[in-house]
């Protein structure tokens, strides 16, 4: 059994520009959810996916986007990036065979430095 | 609005001695529950999680958990830490709407 996989494990970026972080979910599962984690804090809900369509959205402007594939694979994208947006972006799988969406298996998440 | 708070921020431990870390959350209906254990720089493992049916949970690395309705608790337990046991550990709540709250966390020292 494959876990989730992110890519790229560190990025650094400066203030505007755009970012897109990638996301493998764990075989079996249909669902991805992507959460943002800044230094000192738990992790905030960003937003989930489900059979490619937006499935329920936390507290986050609209320049975070996502995008999930046929494979159940997803992508993170963030436009216009603030000093703010540095923090580590975790992404979990959950659903389909293990049956329930909220049980999540996380990756290692991708680290995210704006300058 | 529904919410997740751990009040402890540090606890520290002497190896072999129990612990528990505390969880209260606001939520209007039982909630799924999940304690999550995160090592510096990495995701998270999840230990454990309540769904329905019986309250007190075991998980992995011989952790349980007890939900408490009354009191809308969900309090992780150990009963000897090992001192690869040193690490953040967070409570969760999965509410309606497909939408996941998590805890600010506890961090756990053990003293050997």
């Known amino acids: 059994e494959t876990g989730v996989t992110q890519s790229p494990t560190h990025l650094i970026k400066t203030r505007g520009q755009q970012v897109t972080l990638r996301c493998s979910s764990q075989?079996?599962?249909?669902?991805v959810s992507w959460y943002q984690q800044a230094l000192g804090q738990g992790p905030q809900f960003i937003f989930q996916?489900?059979?490619?369509?937006?499935?329920g959205r936390g507290n986050f402007p609209p320049r975070f986007s996502g995008l999930q594939f046929p494979n159940y694979s997803s992508e993170l994208n963030v436009n216009a990036l603030e000093l703010d947006d540095s923090a580590l972006y975790l992404c979990a799988s959950s659903g389909g065979t293990s049956g329930n969406t909220y049980e999540q298996y996380f990756g290692p998440g991708t680290r995210l430095t704006v300058t | 609005a529904q919410s997740v708070t751990q009040p402890d921020i540090h606890i520290t431990v002497s190896e072999g001695a129990s612990l528990e870390l505390r969880c209260n959350y606001s939520?209007?209906?039982?909630?799924?529950l999940f304690w999550y254990v995160q090592s510096p720089g990495q995701g998270l493992q999840l230990l454990l999680k309540y769904f329905s049916g019986d309250t007190l949970v075991q998980g992995i690395k011989g952790f349980e958990a007890e939900f408490k309705r009354s009191q809308s608790s969900f309090n992780l337990r150990k009963p000897s830490v090992h001192w690869s046991d040193a690490a953040e550990y967070f409570c969760?709540?999965?509410?309606?709407?497909?939408?996941?709250?998590f805890g600010s966390g506890t961090k756990l020292n053990v003293k050997p």
């Open positions: 969760a709540v999965g509410a309606g709407f497909n939408k996941f709250y």
């Open positions: 075989s079996g599962h249909n669902t």
């Open positions: 939520y209007g209906a039982t909630p799924y």
């Open positions: 996916y489900y059979r490619e369509e937006e499935n």
